[in-house]
């Protein structure tokens, strides 16, 4: 089973970051968190590494039913959504399939909130 659920889009990487951001917002999402891997690996490592970008993503509604359903879930919190420059300038955009992800917690409360989350991460990348 595929982890992720991803699209590659023809634009430059912070205007990836700013649509991916709009889209997320449209179906629910706000990110909480910002990661910016390429500086952090110059900061922490001396590499040089590719334009790579880590939001945490988050629709409270859901966060909140899941949670109710299983108190350790806040563990698997939020969505993480790449934005990535590869190798010919392309941009590629991947979400967690939180389907797959919650596969190894037997609640079968989750499957549904999963099941709407993914169709909801589906459509906010489908629409780039």
């Known amino acids: 089973m595929k982890y ?3 699209k590659k889009i ?3 990487f912070e205007q990836a970051v700013h649509l991916v951001t709009e889209s997320l917002k449209k179906e629910g999402f706000g990110i909480l968190t910002e990661i910016n ?6 900061e922490k490592l001396d590499v ?10 988050c629709n409270p509604a859901y966060a909140y039913k899941a949670i109710q359903q299983e108190d350790k879930i806040g563990t698997m919190l939020p969505c993480s959504v790449i934005v990535q420059e590869l190798e ?8 967690v399939d939180p389907i797959a992800s919650m596969m ?11 099941t709407e989350i993914k169709e909801k991460l ?3 990348i489908a629409s780039l």
């Open 88 to 95: 010919n300038d392309e941009i590629e955009v991947a979400a």
């Open 10 to 12: 023809n634009t430059n």
């Open 104 to 114: 190894a917690i037997e609640n079968q409360g989750l499957v549904e909130i999963a």
């Open 37 to 42: 891997l390429q500086e952090k690996l110059k």
């Open 48 to 57: 040089d590494f590719r334009k790579y970008k880590v939001l945490g993503a």
């Open 122 to 124: 589906e459509r906010a």
């Open 4 to 6: 992720y659920i991803s």
